[in-house]
């Protein structure tokens, strides 16, 4: 049987020192010499022209004048350049909708070979099981993965909405002790809560700093910048312009560049990264990320391509790909172990045409990826994944029968609380419209540009539907409904007709859970997502084909946001006005909202 392929398949360096120092003085053969490369140095960040690298046991024995060795089991790079594989330092595999060793296969490819993963998706679904039996995923995979522990599951409170999961501090504190993986805490997204000094919050926050964990933070609004530093909080994803990028930075924040394709709502890269070629910061204390990628984006627009976005809008291309691997390795004390080419390190390697663009890939020293797909030592270890425990395949849980999913009509002159979706589809507006009386519903939505949209709660607690209106989706037909409703992860729904909607939910149910779209009542298009109602159990091509043809119907429904933007629409912890399945809820100020009020 092949040998495993994971991040325990590298002896620690404790074990090897006297092996590489012998290697490396030439005493001892390495296991393999990567020759007539340019090497890029994140330490120095310089591209050094005709090097070679040593490698023994899976490991950096040494870097050295191309043409020094001259022994057998070389690799010829071809003057291209090596470079150490990317540190993603943060993103939720639950959004690519595949398993951690699926995720795998599509980080390699793009040169990403560690990645620090909040898993608090599945820790709303599944709670402290939910994030348990994903590391143990994430310890099969062909890829280093650490976890940030989920630090905000709820992300509000059960008064504002429902989730599967709550994670206590007592919980958390337990995942620490029990998991060596878990070497932070995940992005604090309760900042408001953080800001004002609730007990919950600030005891979750404890409990990583007790341990010497750094706390990752999630943050709108630069009035909440102090507090939140003061609290312990280390990093943010969610800087969305320069000012409030450089007002983290100077607060001792590290700033995680989050590039993402740019017709989705996760590219606030080109206006944060402005504190640097703009203000003129210094880029040691900024790392680039992905945060939330689909099955489809996630092969076309990877930590590689961030990388690239950076050199892009300024920054050279030794930093760029130190943002993507040294800097996100040091933020979280990982740089004696991955992030350069230095001796002792993990032989995580990468090598590069001119355009950064990854060509070949080495996890530990083997070769797992070649003219950019995977080599037979990856299949072998791809075609051994980690199957979920069964209750992770039942999480869908209805009320039986399914309550209305249209509310009725005020008979008298009101004025409706709607939520406007906004491009790109992060922040969504409050929009107050006035309703006439005596039109039926197909009237009203055609006047003012409306679509229902409600959120089921599915987890089995207490059967809760909400009811609310959409302004400028753009929904021409149907329905379109998902699973992945952020962050507990209930089913929303958005819809013309009750038909149409309870038909999306159905489809959504029958597979338990994904993301779906329908057209008088027939599946246009369907996602399956079995595991938590967030993953498929597929090979990651597979599923990215079914995002493909999701996306198109999608488009073609004419929904003016994407899907994944969609799915924020009950997310309570971003502004202006959100629904979750207790009801509408104005943000920051966390203050339910009715859908009607007298005129």
Known sequence: MTAPLNRCSVEPLARMTRRLADVAAGRTEPDLVITNA?????????????????????????????????GPNTYDARGLILAPGLVDPHLHIESSMVTACAYAEAALVNGTTTIVCDSHEIGNVLDRDGVAWMLEDARQAPLSIYLSVPSTVPATSPEIET??????????????????????????????AVAEGDPRAHAILAAALERGRPVSGHIYGRDFVAP???SGVTDTHEAVDAEIADDLLEAGLWILLRGGPPTTPWHSLPKAIGTVTEYGAAWKRVCACTDDRDADDLLAYGLDWVVREAVRLGIPKPAAWAMGS???????????EIGGLGGGRRADLVLLDDDLVPQATWYGGELVVEGRAPTPRLEAALARPYRYPEPAYRTVRLPEPLPALVPPLPAGPCTVNAIRTVL??????????PLVPGADWAQTLGAHDLCHVAVIERHGRNGNVAHGLL????????????????????????????ADMRAAVEAVAAVQGGVCVVADGAVVARVALPVAGLISDRRVGAVAESVRALKAAWTQAGCAIPYMGFNLIPLAVIPQIRITDRGLVRVPEMRPLPLFEPA
């Open 424 to 433: 790109p589809g992060i922040e969504l507006a409050h929009a107050r419209l």
């Open 228 to 230: 939140y530093a003061a």
């Open 38 to 70: 340019r090497a890029l140095s994140t330490y120095s960040e310089r591209i050094l022209p005709d090097r070679e690298i040593w490698i023994a046991g899976g490991r950096i024995a040494a870097l050295k004048p191309a043409g020094t060795y001259k």
């Open 471 to 498: 302004s400028a989706f753009g929904l021409r037909r149907g329905a379109v409904a998902s699973s992945v409703g952020h962050d507990a992860h209930n089913i929303v729904v958005a819809g013309l007709s009750e």
């Open 326 to 336: 040294l800097h996100p390795a040091t933020r979280f004390g990982l740089d004696g």
């Open 163 to 192: 989730a599967g999961g709550d994670l206590t501090p007592e919980k958390i504190a337990a995942l620490f002790d029990a998991w060596p993986e878990a070497i932070g805490l995940g992005e604090k997204m309760d900042f408001v």
